[in-house]
Every structure is written in structure tokens, then in C-alpha cells.
């Protein structure tokens, strides 16, 4: 049996390969997003028709109803939860405000409509666990009765050399707990059952985890002299600002998380790339994404 999902903050279509990807034979029949690029580069990847271009915040329950999707995906905006901004305001944030609409208004009705979905997966930054509006989240779903698992994940965990760690919820409309999850409300630092706790080991000696695999791995092998002069970072800016920079090489089991200010902002937006490993200072190029 198919299960029916909805895609809310789709942008250009994670969560929507994440299922398509997986064990679970699931089909996304609608997606929102309020970005313009990004419902066109969700129509190039999966088809026109799944993603609307919509204000978030307006959908009703008696819309949401029609679809009847027994899974929600949910990637709601993660700035007003950042560990990065200082300034954060959580649910105070404007960006909250469709969220916090989908949980507080729309859920309880279409449970009242016995409409609802019998599954929910609510992704977000670290940061997101402490905050108020994670609070409220699991008191509105302890009362529409759902039980529910909490993870803080990174790809680093999965052999994937980049560092990005996450906030995942998993919800059910079963008050029988998830396999493996203890029950006081205690986020996971590990798929339970599966591993141990993470722990950063960003300070060792990166062949001490043999685990990880290599940057290499994930660079095209046909790049082009002009493919490298067009993603080189300028002289100009390395004299600046070159020390400021992560610079990782092709043997590196790590990156870090890239953000929307990459390739505008020198700190805290993404890694850059030196090919070169026998020079100790080269020309580091951007062209390493995830």
C-alpha cells in the first residue's frame, strides 16, 4: 500500500527524494513553498503539478483534508532557531508563524475531522530542541496523541564527511511508543538500536575514523580547466580573507554545513576546496557541494 505524503517548506525537493530514496512506499501528491526559484526547480525535478506556491500560514485543515495524506513532511524555516544567530528569536520570529499555524490550528481540526495524518516528520537545526516552540510541538502532539521519537543526527555518523548536525521528529497517531526509545522525553543522539551516541571528534586526527569517507569521493572527475577557473576563489579575496577560510582537500573526512551566504560570506557558510594536497597554502576553488 502507497502512503499519500504532503511536502510543507519543500523547497527544491529534499525531503521528497529522501522518500523516494527509502524502504517506505510513499508518494508525494503535494508540495508548498513560498519561493518562486524553488517551485520551478521542484517542477524540473519531479514534474509539474506536486509543488503550489503558497503562503503557509493560510492553509486550512479543509484544504489540507482533501488531499487526505497519511504523512507530513515538514523542513519549516530553521533562522529564528539557529545556534549561528546570536539574535534568534524563535517563535517570536515571524518565519515561525506558518508552522506554528500548521501545529496549533490546523492539526487539531483535522483530528476533530478524523482527517489527520497518521505520520509526521518535522526536521529543523540544531538549536531547535531548545527552544519554545519545540515545547509546545510535543504538548499539542502528547494531546492529539501521538507518541513520538527525537534525534539529533549528523552525516558524519553515516560515513558522510560533512558536518551538519540536525533536529529530526518522528510522530505517530499510535500511543504505543517507538521500538528502542526511552521513554522520558530525551532526544536521541543515535537511530536507537542502531550505534551509540555521537560524540564530535572534530579535534582528533581525521585517520583516527576510518569510517568517514573521503572528499574525493564526492568531487566529478571531469572537471575542466574552465570549470575550475569559474568556481576559483579570487586572488584578491584570499589575500583578505583566506585565512577566515575552512579549506578542506580532496583527502578530507569532513566539511562544513553550507549555508544560503556561501560564496558571499567568508566564515561560517560552507568549506572551500584546495585539489592541490602537495602545496601547504594553494588556491582553494569552490566547486565542492553536497
Known amino acids: 500500500m502507497t502512503i499519500h505524503a504532503v511536502e510543507f517548506y519543500s523547497g527544491i525537493g529534499g525531503l521528497h527524494k529522501a522518500l523516494d530514496t527509502s524502504s517506505v512506499s510513499g508518494s508525494v ?26 503562503d503557509i500560514s493560510k492553509l486550512t485543515a479543509t484544504e489540507l483534508a482533501e488531499l487526505d495524506a497519511k504523512l507530513w513532511l515538514l523542513s519549516p524555516s530553521c533562522q529564528p532557531y539557529t545556534v549561528l544567530n ?22 487539531p481540526e483535522l483530528v476533530s475531522m478524523k482527517r489527520h495524518p497518521s505520520h509526521l516528520l518535522v ?5 531547535f530542541e ?68 555521537w560524540e564530535n571528534t572534530r579535534m582528533q586526527p ?10 574525493r569521493e564526492y568531487i566529478d572527475d571531469d572537471l575542466s580547466e574552465d570549470d575550475i577557473h569559474l ?18 582537500l580532496p583527502s578530507s573526512c569532513r566539511s562544513c554545513c553550507f549555508t544560503r551566504g556561501y560564496t558571499k560570506m567568508v566564515e561560517r557558510s560552507g568549506s572551500v576546496l584546495q585539489m592541490n594536497e602537495t ?3 594553494g588556491v582553494p576553488i569552490l566547486v565542492f557541494t553536497l
Not at 94 to 105: G, T, V
Not at 206 to 215: A, F, P
Not at 231 to 248: A, C, N, Q, T
Open 231 to 248: 568556481y576559483s576563489v579570487p586572488d584578491r579575496v584570499l589575500e583578505k580573507w583566506g585565512r577566515l577560510f575552512d579549506i578542506i
Open 86 to 107: 546570536p539574535e534568534a528569536k524563535g517563535a517570536t520570529d515571524p518565519r515561525a508563524k506558518s508552522f506554528i499555524h500548521l501545529m496549533h490550528n490546523v492539526l
Open 130 to 197: 531548545t527552544s519554545t516552540t519545540r515545547q509546545d510541538l510535543l504538548q499539542i502532539l502528547h494531546e492529539l496523541g501521538y507518541s513520538i521519537c527525537e534525534l539529533l543526527l549528523t552525516p558524519l555518523q553515516f560515513g558522510i564527511p560533512n558536518s551538519r548536525l540536525r533536529y529530526y521528529l518522528l510522530a505517530k497517531s499510535d500511543r504505543r511508543p517507538f521500538p528502542l526509545v526511552p521513554h522520558c522525553q530525551k532526544v536521541c543522539r543515535h537511530i536507537p538500536g542502531r550505534g551509540v551516541d
Open 206 to 215: 581525521e585517520d583516527e575514523d576510518s569510517s568517514i569517507r573521503e572528499i
Open 123 to 127: 526536521e529543523n537545526v540544531a538549536g
Open 29 to 54: 501528491i503535494r508540495a508548498y513553498d513560498w519561493d518562486q526559484s524553488a517551485c520551478q526547480v521542484y517542477d524540473a525535478n519531479y514534474g509539474k503539478g506536486i509543488v503550489k506556491k503558497a
Open 279 to 281: 602545496l601547504d597554502v
